[in-house]
Nanobody, 125 residues
Framework: VQLVESGGGLVPAGGSLRLSCVGSGLTFSRYGMGWFRQAPGKDREFVAAVDMTVRKTYYSDSVKGRFTVSRDNAKNTVYLQMNSLSPEDAAVYFC???????????????????WGRGTLVTVSS
């Protein structure tokens, strides 16, 4: 199984980025997909997730209203549209796949079976 993120980069505060994550080696439509981030010296934190049915999305309070998670099962791809970025959003962003459909599991890194290697997002003030 491989999950490969792309789309990270340097953006000024207030700017936008769109991250993508392409999965291979798994039946993509049978997995919930999540985005997590980790800043230097901090724990990995939940950002957003979309369930396998594509009907439910979940967001952390810190990104709600600014970020949008979506997926295209035909392309084995999950996206994270990030708007109104601030320096506090700077981190390495990871996508991950979970076989669980229980909504409370989506925020828990331990419930994800597969992880990408991450893409770096830098936000200049």
């Amino acid at each position: 199984v491989q999950l490969v993120e792309s789309g990270g980069g340097l953006v000024p505060a207030g700017g936008s980025l769109r991250l993508s994550c392409v999965g291979s080696g798994l039946t993509f439509s049978r997995y919930g997909m999540g985005w997590f981030r980790q800043a230097p010296g901090k724990d990995r934190e939940f950002v957003a997730a979309v369930d396998m049915t594509v009907r439910k999305t979940y967001y952390s309070d810190s990104v709600k209203g600014r970020f949008t998670v979506s997926r295209d099962n035909a392309k084995n791809t999950v996206y994270l549209q990030m708007n109104s970025l601030s320096p506090e959003d700077a981190a390495v962003y990871f996508c991950a796949a979970t076989p669980y459909s229980t909504s409370t599991y989506y925020t828990l890194p331990s419930r994800y079976h597969y992880w990408g290697r991450g893409t770096l997002v830098t936000v200049s003030s």
